[in-house]
């Protein structure tokens, strides 16, 4: 089983002739309303490539929580997993430039409201061998609850410290796999070529280390090897949720299927070139479909 704790909003993006800079005013495209947040959109990617998937996020007491519900239903993700808590759910404006890069603003009331509680329920029925996702969607006390909860329950522990929260570095000793940008690796461990940054997340306890490169592809080090391998070259039309796409299929590749590390990556790489060359968020996952006939390859 997969039990990924994390965050979930509902994104609205907007196409802009350029990103928004400090103290500007851009004219953009109407509002496109889809599923976001970093924890729905890693369970989504998920539940399309696997089985026994299970989202623990918090939502609001608003009329975006059950269209929030609903959608995660659509996926096969038990909308009974969700906590409710008073107030308004999460929302992520995204700003899509001509390139398909984006800028991204997202509220985190809703989901810091999850808590170490909150975490340690959610893992009590965890069987050895079971597989947890954590993300900076949750504040660093509850990842560091549900962290210790696992490690007592014998789980897999994936970590993607996106969004960076002050006190992700002190979270990275016996986790199983990290997977951070560049400029997540450098908050974590300081500057450096990407090898290297992957080098240092392992020398301070992580079993695999992954640092991803965009188009330049993802490096690894730790008991799978080292390893550099390049990306699926696509047309990029949106790069939002490509991350989540890749540590998703990842995951899946790894823990599911027992690919060694490289090939997983290989995997999560053509996973996300499908994402890059749609617009959108969960309209642009790959199908599961496409996920099965990468995985076949």
Same mark, same amino acid.
């Given at each position: 089983m997969f039990i990924v704790l994390g965050n979930v909003a509902v994104d609205e993006t907007m196409q802009s002739p350029l990103l928004p800079a400090r103290g500007a005013t851009v004219l953009v495209g109407p509002?496109?309303?889809?599923?976001g947040g970093k924890g729905a959109n890693q369970a989504i990617v998920l539940a399309r490539a696997t089985t026994d998937v299970r989202l623990v996020a918090t939502i609001g007491s608003?009329?975006?929580?059950?269209?929030?519900?609903?959608?995660?239903?659509?996926?096969?993700l038990d909308p009974a997993h969700l906590i409710r808590v008073p107030g308004a759910s999460d929302r992520s404006l995204v700003f899509v430039g001509p390139d398909g890069d984006n800028a991204i603003a997202s509220t985190s009331q809703c989901s810091d409201a999850l808590s170490p509680a909150h975490a340690?329920?959610?893992?009590?029925?965890?069987?050895p061998g079971d597989v947890l996702l954590l993300q900076g969607g949750c504040t660093v006390e509850t990842n560091r609850a549900a962290i210790a909860a696992a490690k007592a329950r014998d789980m897999r522990i994936v970590f993607n410290p996106s969004a960076m929260r002050e006190g992700f570095d002190t979270l990275l000793a016996g986790v199983d796999l990290?997977?951070?940008?560049?400029?997540e690796a450098a908050e974590l461990v300081g500057d450096g070529a990407?090898?290297?940054? $992957?080098e240092r997340l392992v020398a301070r306890?992580?079993?695999?280390?992954v640092v991803t490169l965009g188009a330049r592809g993802s490096v690894a080090a730790g008991r799978g090897g080292q390893h550099a391998v390049p990306a699926v070259q696509a047309p990029v039309?949106?790069?939002?949720? $490509?991350?989540?796409?890749?540590?998703?299929?990842?995951?899946?590749?790894?823990?599911?299927?027992?690919?060694?590390?490289?090939?997983?990556? $290989?995997w999560a790489s053509a996973a996300? $070139?499908?994402?890059?060359?749609?617009?959108g968020t969960r309209a642009a996952f790959p199908s599961r479909a496409e996920l099965a006939a990468i995985a076949g390859k």
């Open positions: 509002a496109v309303r889809d599923l608003d009329d975006t929580a059950r269209w929030i519900a609903a959608a995660l239903a659509e996926e096969g340690e329920a959610a893992l009590r029925g965890a069987q990290v997977v951070a940008n560049a400029g990407p090898l290297e940054q $992957a306890g992580v079993g695999d280390a039309r949106d790069t939002t949720g $490509a991350g989540d796409t890749y540590l998703a299929v990842l995951a899946a590749a790894r823990f599911m299927h027992g690919a060694p590390l490289a090939a997983a990556m $290989a996300a $070139a499908i994402t890059v060359g749609r617009p």
